[in-house]
């Protein structure tokens, strides 16, 4: 999954509301509306508005990035 996925995912399971959401952390709804509330926009978060939600959140960027493997 993608960070963005990984994202919605908390989003939904911790019954955040994307609008307060919208507001807290000046991401505009319209935007995280088709990246973290529509299953078939698939629209991925910007670096900013990734920092920005998390910064409200209280959490880390890192924990919803995919381990790669090193070789």
């Known amino acids: ?3 963005t996925k990984n994202i ?12 307060e ?3 807290k952390s000046g991401v505009a709804y319209g935007s995280l509306y ?3 509330g529509a299953e078939g926009r698939g629209r991925e978060l910007k670096a ?4 920005d939600i ?3 959140l209280r959490i880390n960027p890192m ?5 790669k493997e090193v070789v």
């Open 21 to 23: 959401l919208s507001r």
């Open 34 to 36: 088709a990246s973290l």
């Open 54 to 56: 998390c910064f409200v």
């Open 1 to 3: 999954m993608t960070v």
């Open 8 to 19: 919605a995912k908390y989003v939904k399971d911790m019954g955040i509301n994307i609008s």
């Open 63 to 67: 924990d919803f990035a995919e381990e």
């Open 48 to 51: 900013d508005e990734l920092t």
